[in-house]
């Protein structure tokens, strides 16, 4: 039997169709003042209800066409974990332009390397946070977006639903800043995460632990929850990880949604009685067994792990209807098609290993690569989208993740390239060569290793120093290892997988 499972078609997407008006409208409609937002702290919540978010996000709408902005442009968003920062994302989208949302933490560095790939025609920027220098467009403020709650609602802009409508900009394996570009259609693949792993209802509070500009965070904890009708609930700007569990009580989360280091973080402290909660769901990371079985023994509920990445979401998981067998990732969605393929491109055979792959059909994969024709074929093998996750399937058709084909590190749910931080970090002086590579420090726990070449040692603060100043928090290594010299490969290239034999022993 072939390591291919076919689970498709899902239903194809109504046209005209607008992403933003199908997470907001219906939900709106039926529950105008039901909770759609709840942002929360020890302190309390801002709440937002479903009238008051429409209302916000179809001004935004209005107010961005009043900047002289047409449909197609693109808006760079510069926000923190702040109302504004769905308002925009939404906003734009509703309006027919193209929003790209970004972390807070970019340096000035990072955030104008991809002001460049993304050629916004306006950024919309919070307090204090990095902007692309030269700036490239006109910059308008988050109150001034808040602000135009009030202007009468933009036109739905409705339109094919495999023209673009949002972009995420990653880490690439070159190095170099990538733009995903994904259709309005994406949002209505995100049903097949509904049923096949998030399992969130109309009745539901879901509280997701990310920053609002990770898709996982901008899908799973906002736009699918709005999408059914639930309540959305994020922590406020400066709420720790160890607050997350009185919060769930307070505020009867039914849904919690976050990667494996925050269930970690989470379970150093007492966890207390969560009678509301159904389930746990987890993505962007692997979470090792031994986090998962001290979830469930101090919560007496299951935690549903997903497969994805930016430029498919999620894929493969399991679910409370269908829980993952202990060892794998979970099972296909319902309505997609994957495959696992060997070197010629072809399904191999059930429990060999080979690379995980995405029908090109399904209508959650990513449009392209914006500007980067070259680098969106490179992805594809004939109808293939091939995600360069390893993996094998078994007899029963679950699917068992065995890593990376490539160097691409995983850092707190994020993919990060080699690249990128090993240029950043080469520009300190004193460092003749540099590698990074990801390290297991403790079991479940990984962290970026830099590995480097200089006459003398460099003090950890300094290179520490330099690597903050150049580098969002999640690319930054913490761990500092000098060496005498790099291992090579028979064609001299850097042998990264090679590098965790130079550790100190013990």
């Known amino acids: 039997m072939l390591s291919e499972i076919d689970l498709s078609p899902w239903p194809p997407c109504p046209a005209p169709f607008n992403m933003a008006r199908h997470v907001l ?4 409609a039926r529950f105008p003042d039901r909770m759609a937002l709840q942002i ?28 002289g902005l047409r449909p197609g442009d693109r808006v760079l968003l510069r926000l923190g974990n702040e109302v504004a920062f769905p308002v925009a994302f939404l906003g734009a989208i509703a309006a027919g332009l193209v929003p790209v949302p970004t972390s807070a933490a970019l340096t000035v560095a990072e955030v104008s390397r991809m002001a460049a790939v993304v050629a916004p025609a306006l950024i919309v920027a919070g307090d204090g946070v990095a902007l692309p220098e030269p700036l490239p467009c006109p910059v308008v403020t988050a109150a001034e977006v808040m602000g135009w709650e009030g202007l009468a609602p933009c036109a739905w802009d409705m339109g094919d639903p495999g023209r673009l409508a949002y972009a995420v900009v990653t880490s690439g394996t070159s190095g170099r800043a990538q733009a995903v570009g994904h259709g309005h259609r994406a949002i209505w693949a995100r049903g097949m995460m509904h049923r096949g792993w998030e399992g969130i209802t109309e009745a539901d509070r879901v509280l997701h632990a990310g920053a609002f500009n990770w898709t996982y965070t901008l899908g799973t904890g906002l736009m699918d929850p709005w999408t059914v009708g639930a309540v959305a609930m994020v922590p406020a700007a400066g709420v720790g990880v160890e607050a997350l569990p009185l919060l769930m009580k307070r505020f009867d989360v039914t849904v919690f949604a ?26 962007g990371e692997a979470m090792g067994a031994e986090v998962r079985a001290a979830w469930e023994a101090a919560t007496g509920r299951a935690v549903h792990e997903a497969l994805g990445m930016t430029e498919v979401s999620t894929y493969v998981s399991g679910c409370a209807e269908r829980p993952a067998l202990p060892g794998t990732a979970g099972w296909v969605q319902p309505g997609r098609r994957v495959a696992v393929l060997g070197e010629d491109g072809a399904p191999v055979a059930r429990g060999v ?19 980067d024709a070259a680098g969106t074929a490179a992805r594809y093998r ?44 080469a520009s300190l002086p004193g460092i003749a060569e540099c590698a990074v590579t990801e390290v297991e420090v403790k079991a479940g726990v990984r962290v970026i ?15 520490a120093a330099h690597a903050e100043a150049h580098l969002a928090r999640w690319k930054q290594p913490r761990l500092w290892v000098r060496v005498d010299a790099l291992p090579r490969s028979a064609n001299n290239k850097i042998n990264r997988r090679a590098l965790t034999g130079l550790l100190p022993k013990g």
């Open 258 to 283: 976050a990667a494996q280091g925050v269930y970690r973080q989470m379970l150093r402290g007492a966890m207390p009685a969560l009678p509301k909660l159904r389930h746990g769901l987890s993505a």
């Open 25 to 28: 409208e219906a939900s709106a």
């Open 353 to 371: 290993q080979g690379v995980l792959a995405v029908h090109r059909g399904d209508p959650g994969v990513m449009l392209g690569y914006l500007g």
């Open 449 to 463: 290793g830099f590995f480097y070449v200089s006459d003398t040692p460099i003090p950890e603060a300094e290179l």
């Open 382 to 425: 004939g109808d293939w989208f091939v995600t360069g996750d390893l993996a094998e399937i078994t007899a029963e058709g679950a699917v068992v993740y065995r890593g990376r084909a490539d160097d691409l590190m995983n850092a707190g749910g994020f993919r990060v390239s080699p690249l990128e931080v090993e240029g950043a970090m």
């Open 40 to 67: 929360i702290s020890p302190r309390g919540a801002e709440r937002w209800s479903y009238a008051r978010l429409v209302a916000a996000v179809r001004g935004c709408g209005t107010g961005f066409l009043a900047q």
